[in-house]
């Protein structure tokens, strides 16, 4: 066993956009959190204005003022692997800054822990919520291990996850669906095929359902979610010279979150009854919730007009518990995942200057 | 090394039923004849009318009793592997012989070697070839092989391969083709599936044209070919949440000997010329040529209505070298490569005695 690596020293109360370079420049892809928890923690307990609770690799922080309302600031510190985009690197004209975890979401990170550092009075009470494992399965998840854990961590009346919307409100996020949809045949010597049944052709009905299938736009929330209806695998085939006698359609549903999961699936069995259908997997989708007080007022404090999530984010989760969620982070959210991930260095600032507008308004 | 394994005396004089199953009971799946082959050799060397050549695990036989023609009766003498389906065993009336190879194609050997050793002086020379691997890829194919290295051994006017027929002459076989098709389009995250293009939904277009074809009946020389064009896989996805870009299908062409290869491939691609189609493998149909004075004779000595030949065997290479070849051994060959391959123990005499007629006429 090696001794575990001391603590980056981070600086909250210089530039956002440096901190967010340094917090990049700890690799911490899923799985490996422990020196940036470690160097977080750190970092926030010499604030005295802050309560500092560490559980695992999630790092919470959070004011204790008495104010009427209480937001949770979150973002997750995890990274999907590096593809030899670290260290960080800035453009030449000072503007880009690129490699992994600049948008997805070391920016959102850096732009909470400036504001619990810098913040030392907010209008509300904050709860920051850095967690771990956001990027893979959702039984790893931090935050969802909370959650269960202890919830009373993240009891609040509204919650800003960091997520990247390129420093727009995003609201809600479409819920995901995906099942698996089975054709069975006949299996037969390809050389008598008459005597089989084909189920390859068979999908072929499969296929054509997708092809005809007109995704729908919803607004839900004064929001438009634009749905989508996919089929991400197929497979099938026994040997060359053998009629196939199964082939599975591997489907993907992202839907709007006027929909519950009993309600996408009752959709896609209706539209698949004739096959075999499996669940394989799901997430709920979470509504924009920015009909709330709270989150129109939000709404008004950093400006701009707000936009449907595409894409699953843990706003999910905080909606499952009842309370209103939004992503505002900075990054192109396109960019997330990509080897060339890259976020603007203005965005990071100006999701910093609004969100500090709304906590000291 | 372990030492060789003895030979296996064979009786070619008794009953070819029971030289059947001592045949199958030479466990001899591909690449694992030699001891099937010692034996074969050991027991034609006894009969001094024949001469015997062995190359490699190929036994080859013959009279030289300067006839007019000469035929060529041959027969493969590897299985398929064992499914828990050896040593043999006979049905309780002693009707029906069981176990691996029973019907693809050892009861074909036994009828060639009894015929070897029984039939000093047929009225037409006879080169009798066992050969080896024929269950696996054509390049290890040991009849393959003699047409290439030694084909003087195969001349002939006519030759009967013993391939499983039910005991009825069926003429020519059929030809294969396989086709990969290939579909594009552009990877894009699922849950912003309109900024991409589904490689797997374009395959609809290729599942059509499959289950729109109307696969034909062809009279060639007399006999009747149903040919069958069918997917026999289909793969295509990067990620549960990925659009793919990419989407396969492998086509089987099954083609009467009305075609060449180059006509085959040439209507396969004006089905699918939309998509990227590559030929991944390929062998040529042969005609039944019962046409030829020879093979007429051999048709009214035999006796039954000659059929055609689903399915691919060796007479396309004895088509390709110019010799009119037709299939009739004992055995459904529906029944081949399964577990419960089994064989009438009558079809066995019967083959072994309507070419005995014909050899003796």
Avoid at 121 to 138: G, L
Avoid at 237 to 243: E, H, L, M, R, T
């Amino acid at each position: 066993m090696t001794e575990p690596a001391a603590p980056v020293k981070l600086d909250l109360a210089g530039d956002v956009a440096e901190l967010t370079r340094a917090l990049c420049d700890i690799p911490s892809v899923s799985g490996d959190e422990l020196l940036i928890a470690d160097s977080i923690q750190e970092a926030l307990q010499a604030y005295p204005h802050l309560e500092v609770i560490r559980d695992g690799n999630c790092v919470i922080a959070r004011t204790n003022l008495g104010r009427a309302e209480r937001v949770v600031i979150a973002g997750h510190i995890d990274t999907v692997p590096i593809a030899d985009n670290l260290p960080t690197w800035l453009s030449p004209d000072g503007t880009m800054l690129h490699g992994r975890g600049t948008v997805d979401m070391k920016g959102g990170v850096a732009v909470a822990l400036a504001l619990a550092a810098q913040v030392e009075a907010p209008s509300r009470d904050i709860t920051y919520v850095f967690y771990d494992c956001e990027e893979v399965e959702a039984t790893r998840n931090g935050l969802g291990r909370l959650s269960r854990t202890r919830p009373e961590l993240l009891q609040a009346d509204f919650a800003v996850l960091g997520e990247p919307t390129s420093a727009v409100v995003e609201g809600g996020c479409q819920g995901t669906m995906r099942i698996e949809v089975e054709t069975t045949g006949t299996a037969a010597h390809s050389a008598r095929s008459w005597m089989g049944s084909n189920a390859i052709h068979k999908a072929g009905a499969v296929l054509d359902i997708l092809n005809e299938y007109q995704a729908r736009e919803i607004e839900v929330d004064g929001l438009v979610y634009r749905e989508g209806l996919n089929a991400v695998g197929i497979s099938g085939g026994i040997a060359g010279n053998v009629i196939p006698d199964r082939c599975t359609v591997l489907v993907n549903y992202r839907f709007a979150p006027d929909k519950t999961l009993d309600e996408a699936e009752a959709h896609l069995r209706s539209l698949f009854g004739e096959y075999a259908v499996k669940v394989t997997d799901a997430s709920p989708a979470a509504r924009p919730g920015l009909n709330a007080p709270v989150a129109a007022e939000f709404v008004r404090a950093v400006g701009g007009t707000p936009g449907p999530k595409f894409g699953w984010t843990d706003v999910a989760l905080f909606s499952t518990l009842g309370i209103p969620a939004v992503n505002f982070g900075p990054g192109n959210p396109s960019l997330a995942h990509k080897d060339d991930e890259q976020c603007p260095v203005s965005e990071i600032a100006a999701c910093l200057s609004a969100l500090r507008r709304w906590l000291t308004a």
